[in-house]
């Protein structure tokens, strides 16, 4: 699995998805000083990497990160590189060991 280097446009397009999940790219572009093609281009690479899974809202979050390791060891490595990361603040982890149903959708 090759890991996804994710550069400070990427980051700034995340950030602001979480802020409104559901904004146009045009405005997406325009907050963001950037071509629409190049907004484009981007949400596509990251959705391919499995970055961007979907766009949902989870409620009073700042960012939430569904994963699926094939190892623990996989895993350790990821949460290690992710709360060394400069732009996280603090964290909190959730393991799931056995999924009965797949469903990232709230009922609201």
């Known amino acids: 699995m090759e890991k996804t280097r994710l550069d400070d446009l ?3 397009i995340l950030r602001t998805l979480q802020e409104n999940p559901k904004m146009r ?3 997406l572009a325009e907050k963001l000083s950037v071509p629409k093609s190049t907004i484009y281009y981007r949400l ?9 899974e979907g766009y949902r809202m989870f ?3 700042d960012f ?3 994963g699926k390791f094939p190892c623990k060891e996989k ?3 990821f949460l290690e590189e992710l709360i060394n990361s400069s732009f996280i603040e603090r ?3 959730i393991v799931v060991a056995k999924v009965i149903k797949e469903d990232f959708h709230l009922n609201i």
Not at 44 to 52: C, G, H
């Open 75 to 77: 895993y350790m490595e």
């Open 59 to 61: 409620g009073d979050v």
């Open 91 to 93: 964290s909190s982890t």
């Open 25 to 27: 790219i045009r405005d």
């Open 64 to 66: 939430i990160i569904v």
């Open 10 to 12: 990427d980051m700034n």
């Open 44 to 52: 596509r690479e990251l959705e391919k990497a499995d970055v961007i």
